[in-house]
């Protein structure tokens, strides 16, 4: 599978190796793909804003999210990136990319 997978964390681009770019590009996948009513990821954008808002484009559409979702997205995000090389420990903003 060809993917293309872009992390950029406090709007500072985080060089991603090979497993933690497939480990990204699976756990988003299954995140998606547990919510209903979505399909196959062809292109992802999912971002945290400053006041901590998840939201979540699947190919082209943004996809609605609860609270708990947005909870479970976010707490999920932040363990993944915090032991990542040139991620600070106050992550303000995430923004994640995917083009599969």
């Known amino acids: ?7 950029s964390v406090n709007d500072k681009a985080i060089d991603l ?10 756990v988003t996948g299954g995140i998606v793909a547990s919510l209903k009513d979505t399909g196959e990821v062809k292109k992802l954008k999912l971002t945290l804003d400053e006041k901590g808002d998840v ?4 190919n082209g559409a943004e996809v609605p999210l609860n609270y708990f979702v947005v909870e479970i997205v ?8 915090a032991p990542l090389k040139g991620v600070d420990k106050d992550v303000k903003k995430l923004a994640l990319n995917i083009e599969r």
């Open 1 to 7: 599978m060809t993917r293309k997978i872009g992390l």
């Open 17 to 26: 190796d090979y497993f933690v770019s497939g480990y990204l590009d699976h």
């Open 55 to 58: 939201r979540l484009h699947l």
């Open 74 to 81: 976010r707490s999920t995000l932040l363990g993944i990136v």
